[in-house]
């Protein structure tokens, strides 16, 4: 239950008695007071799907660690000193029991999970849909952290925390867990190759555009059609050798992946399925 705030003097006075001498009736008296604050900062964390009253375990846990490390002879107020601990731990939790895929928690990591839609929304950039490669450098430079590693923070937000327990369509039907093959992907994989070929799509289309004209119509005839066409017949049409073609196909192959290294910034493995 939320109390009246304090003024300096008495909250002094009650940190006072609960450092020294252990006052319980002091801490409670403190929680109480701050139990505003702590709900205030809990709730802005409720869309990560967890439990709002573990959330506020977590914040009175946070709150406790800064009225022990609390140095009166400062002269700061609790209220400033105690927000920085009751978000830090509210925000490691979430970070141990959001995802079955851990999170890094590093500064940039734990700034990328708790801020991605935030930044998303800074750049101009429609936060429900995936983002592209420009927004993605975009948002990697700033955090300095490496395009890959947004990517990939993307999936799991888009994803959630998808119980394998949840039944399908009522609550007597199966549960996802029940309909997932040993060896079939899992959800956060399917979302994440999805948004992976995405940018491998967008990396080549702008790859293929630094070809010159012959090479562009010699890899999308041969590579990228539905139908591969013969050596021969595009020979015919351009009016060179079936070994010409062979050659320039070859070479234009070459410089495509090339074109597509540079302009993803991504490591050669990132290419192999």
């Known amino acids: 239950?939320?109390?009246?705030?304090?003024?300096?003097?008495?909250?002094?006075?009650?940190?006072?008695?609960?450092?020294?001498?252990?006052?319980?009736?002091?801490?409670?008296?403190?929680?109480?007071?701050?139990?505003?604050?702590?709900?205030?900062?809990?709730k802005k964390y409720s869309s990560y799907g967890l439990?709002?009253?573990?959330?506020?375990?977590?914040?009175?846990?946070?709150f406790m660690h800064a009225l022990e490390k609390f140095d009166l002879s400062k002269g700061f107020r609790l209220s400033t000193y105690s927000q920085w601990w009751i978000r830090a731990t509210i925000q490691n939790y979430i970070l141990k029991n959001w995802s079955i895929v851990k999170n890094g928690?590093?500064?940039a990591q734990k700034t990328l999970f708790f801020g991605l839609n935030k930044l998303k929304k800074?750049?101009?950039?429609?936060?429900?849909?995936?983002?592209g490669q420009e927004e993605v450098e975009?948002?990697?430079?700033?955090?300095?952290?490496?395009?890959?590693?947004?990517?990939?923070?993307?999936?799991?937000?888009?994803?959630?925390?998808?119980?394998?327990n949840k039944t399908i369509d009522n609550e007597d039907g199966p549960d996802l867990l029940s309909i997932l093959k040993a060896n079939s992907l899992t959800p956060d994989e399917v979302v994440e190759k999805n948004n992976d070929n995405k940018l491998k799509n967008e990396w080549l289309a702008k790859s293929i555009e630094l070809l010159n004209s012959r090479e562009r119509e010699i890899i999308l005839s041969r590579n990228l059609n539905d139908k591969k066409i013969t050596l021969?017949?595009?020979g015919k049409k351009l009016n060179i050798s079936?070994?010409?073609?062979?050659?320039?196909?070859?070479?234009?192959?070459?410089?495509?992946?090339?074109?597509?290294?540079?302009?993803?910034?991504?490591p050669k493995d990132f290419f192999i399925n």
């Open 1 to 42: 239950m939320n109390q009246k705030s304090l003024e300096k003097k008495e909250e002094y006075e009650l940190i006072t008695k609960w450092q020294n001498d252990n006052d319980q009736k002091s801490l409670l008296r403190l929680i109480g007071a701050y139990n505003k604050l702590i709900n205030s900062i809990a």
């Open 51 to 62: 439990s709002h009253f573990d959330l506020m375990q977590e914040g009175t846990i946070g």
């Open 105 to 107: 928690n590093n500064a």
């Open 122 to 131: 800074q750049i101009n950039f429609d936060s429900h849909n995936f983002m």
């Open 138 to 164: 975009k948002i990697s430079n700033f955090l300095n952290v490496k395009p890959l590693q947004v990517q990939h923070m993307e999936n799991k937000l888009a994803l959630g925390d998808l119980s394998l």
């Open 232 to 234: 021969d017949l595009i």
């Open 242 to 266: 079936k070994e010409r073609v062979r050659q320039i196909e070859s070479a234009a192959l070459k410089k495509l992946k090339k074109n597509i290294i540079q302009i993803s910034k991504q």
